[in-house]
């Protein structure tokens, strides 16, 4: 079966600093991947997905992640955080058809301090 | 841009109550899907649907039923609402003509049952 896992469950960055956010799956195929945030009292929004092709994918608002095959990683990352970007992050894999098959990870909160 | 609706955002019921949770999106989407989420846990599909008088339930048990006459609308009714019933539903729908499909996540209801 597959799963997703987010070992951290709180973070907290200084505005300006780098921000990485782990996420590790496993899927019996070929995965598809995808990183989602949510903002306090609003729905999920799609931040950057994968399904094939070149590793690093780019996303909204700045953040990219990596596609890592050996490590069964998909880590989300930013250069340098903004205050707006405190919000709580997804990561999900599953089949680029059908999204009844997606899972989640229990997510990681991102807190931003000044 | 469209967007996808849920009312009501907050809700807090007693004991025994049969409420109905509604969800409608402008975008067409043919697929649309109910979620249960619970603070530091992942997202749990409930429900979903392909179209029109599809349904189908999700990899999560829930005693809630839905429904799918219109294309633009799937509410979830709650026969006999309990406490272990508290929790944040998040609906969701995508449009499976795209090859790659992503998710619009509704606001959210955040129900809570005395």
């Known amino acids: 079966a597959q799963s997703v896992t987010q070992p951290d469950i709180h973070i907290t960055v200084s505005e300006g600093a780098s921000l990485e956010l782990r996420c590790n799956y496993s899927?019996?195929?070929?995965?598809?991947l995808f990183w989602y945030v949510q903002s306090p009292g609003q729905g999920l929004q799609l931040l950057l997905k994968?399904?094939?092709?070149?590793?690093l994918v780019q996303g909204i608002k700045g953040f990219e992640a990596e596609f890592k095959r050996s490590q069964s990683s998909f880590n989300l990352r930013k250069p340098s955080v903004h205050w707006s970007d405190a919000a709580e992050y997804f990561c999900a894999v599953g089949a680029v058809f059908g999204n009844e098959k997606l899972t989640f990870g229990t997510g990681t909160r991102l807190t931003i301090i000044p | 841009e469209a967007d996808i609706y849920q009312t009501p955002r907050y809700l807090v019921i007693g004991t025994g109550k049969k409420i109905t949770l509604e969800c409608s999106q402008t975008?067409?989407?043919?697929?649309m899907y109910w979620y249960q989420q619970d603070p530091g846990m992942e997202l749990h599909l409930i429900h979903y649907?392909?179209?029109?008088?599809?349904?189908e339930k999700g990899d999560l048990s829930s005693e809630s039923t839905v429904s799918r006459i219109r294309t633009e609308h799937f509410p979830l009714t709650l026969e006999s609402a309990r406490p272990s019933h508290t929790s944040q539903y998040l609906c969701?729908?995508?449009?499976?003509?795209?090859?790659?499909?992503?998710?619009?996540f509704g606001s959210g209801t955040q129900l809570s049952v005395l």
């Open positions: 975008m067409g989407h043919d697929k």
């Open positions: 994968y399904f094939s092709g070149d590793t």
């Open positions: 649907s392909y179209g029109v008088n599809s349904t």
């Open positions: 969701a729908s995508s449009d499976s003509t795209e090859n790659n499909e992503k998710l619009f």
């Open positions: 899927y019996g195929a070929t995965p598809y």
